[in-house]
């Protein structure tokens, strides 16, 4: 492996006579690959419910085995394309993809698909960070890197508004194996790519340090936190089946602080980052917004296709309007918090999607698309939009630049931790009314009102959020 930093690799792509716009578009198309999976299953989770016998409690582990995973190993991942070498920590995260979504659209029992998410979600976190280190050592500071750094963000988000949609698709049309199956071919042909047109880099003046332990543990223990929600559904509450995982969650928790605190080499997770109140209150908003944003797509998936009788690619469609909503308010949030500040634009945002919610908690089984999906779900959608660029400029405003790298992951691991371990409390508290209904409700009944109650506790997380901001100091961005 080379010992070269980042000057070096420029340096050598041009030798090599490597056009930037092949390794802009390989990075691009990983990180295209790596954002699609975390919501390209809501649509197809109908299909998976009824082809593996997976039920209706057990089938937030697909989505969630993925983002636990990604979010515990997350900045492990970004320090390890750094240390180890950019180029070989990229391919590396192509191969797990890859190979674990191969392994996923085979898989023959819920168990498989979700230890094959898991694992997608460890190559995702491996990958995702180096897609960005890599055009920083591709492109020169200026214009250019500006260029490609944003390119790199449109593809994305566009990542994310995709998902459904393409998950409808290949659920109706092939099936829903071939949403993971697909990224078999792209990641090989990635690879091959990453071979031939990436120079490899690191930085060579930091020693080879990675908190492996620490990763271990707050994955161990965001993982058992949510195996203890779950179970709380057959089990309730007060049950070993659910105390115990939830105490183990906690211990190991604990035990990641306290390493970070005291024994850890190079932290994972540096606390004295949390001294600024900055970075402290946007991560308690990040993580109540997370919530609620994860939430939205899982239920809205499941109500259209189970109580509707939307199929996938009808689902999927409709959920067209609700990311055009997030691109249209997140564009707008520039102008918005420069003229006002990051802090009224958070609590905006928050109000909106908390009256998105509150009408969405409204549906009835007769609700039709516009009044019971479209018009509530812009609202949610449109105020989430508004948030994304204010709490990333909350978060960074305290701290100094080399440090803004750091808080930004951390702050994303705060809305997949948030996303998972909210899916999961809500899944439990939608499941248990609906069993809780009489035997004589109608099913689409008893399922409408599950999915109503999760909304209208999302509506009252985003109020919590709204009322966190002002834990965050004044400041405009």
């Known amino acids: 492996m080379s010992n070269t930093t980042d000057l070096p690799a420029e340096e050598e792509r041009v030798k090599r006579n490597v056009p930037p716009w092949v390794v802009l578009a390989l990075v691009c198309m990983a990180q295209f690959m790596v954002v699609l999976d975390v919501s390209v299953v809501n649509v197809a989770l109908p299909a998976i419910a009824a082809d593996l016998k997976v039920e209706a409690e057990g089938l937030q582990w697909i989505v969630n085995a993925y983002v636990l995973t990604s979010a515990g190993f997350l ?88 998902g459904s949609v393409v998950g409808g698709v290949l659920t109706d049309l092939v099936s829903w194996r071939w949403i993971l199956l697909i990224n078999v071919p792209i990641g090989a042909v990635a690879v091959a790519v990453a071979l031939l047109a990436l120079a490899e880099s690191r930085d060579a003046t930091r020693a080879r340090r990675l908190d492996v332990t620490g990763a271990v543990l707050v994955t161990l223990g965001l993982t058992a936190l949510e195996y203890g929600l779950v179970g709380t559904h057959d089990h309730g509450w007060g049950s070993a089946r659910a105390l115990v995982p939830m105490i183990v969650g906690a211990l190991a928790l604990a035990a990641f602080v306290l390493w970070q605190a005291r024994f850890a080499a190079a932290p994972l997770m540096p606390l004295r980052i949390f001294r600024s109140r900055s970075v402290t209150g946007a991560n308690l908003v990040q993580f109540l917004l997370g919530v609620a944003g994860f939430a939205v797509w899982y239920f809205l998936s499941l109500y259209m296709q189970n109580v509707l009788g939307y199929t996938a690619i009808q689902a999927g469609l409709a959920f067209i309007p609700h990311t055009t909503m997030i691109i249209i308010a997140s564009k707008s949030t520039p102008r918005l918090v420069a003229r006002f500040g990051f802090r009224p634009l958070l609590v905006v945002g928050a109000l909106i999607s908390a009256s998105g919610f509150l009408w969405q908690a409204q549906i009835t089984p007769g609700s039709g698309l516009v009044t019971g999906v479209l018009l509530p779900g812009m609202l949610i959608t449109g105020g989430m939009g508004l948030t994304f660029a204010p709490i990333a400029m909350a978060a960074t405003s305290g701290v100094s630049h080399d440090e803004a790298g750091l808080v930004s992951g951390v702050l994303n691991s705060s809305r997949q ?49 709204a009322a966190a901001v002002f834990a965050l100091p004044r400041a405009r961005a």
Do not use: E, N
């Open 75 to 162: 900045l492990l991942g970004g320090r390890a394309a750094d240390l180890f070498g950019r180029k070989l920590v990229f391919i590396l995260g192509l191969v797990l993809f890859s190979v674990s979504s191969l392994v996923g659209g085979f898989a023959d029992t819920p168990g498989v698909l979700i230890a094959a998410r898991a694992v997608q979600g460890l190559g995702a976190a491996v990958l995702s960070p180096a897609t960005l280190t890599i055009l920083t050592t591709t492109f020169a500071d200026g214009p250019m890197r500006a260029r490609a750094i944003a390119t790199w963000g449109a593809v994305g988000a566009a990542g994310g508004a995709a």
């Open 417 to 465: 931790v948030g996303g998972s371990l909210g899916l999961a409390a809500l899944a439990t508290v939608s499941t248990t009314h609906t069993a809780s209904l009489a035997a004589g409700t109608p099913a689409p009944a008893a399922l409408t009102a599950g999915y109503a109650l999760a909304f209208l506790v999302c509506a009252g997380v985003l109020l919590a959020a």
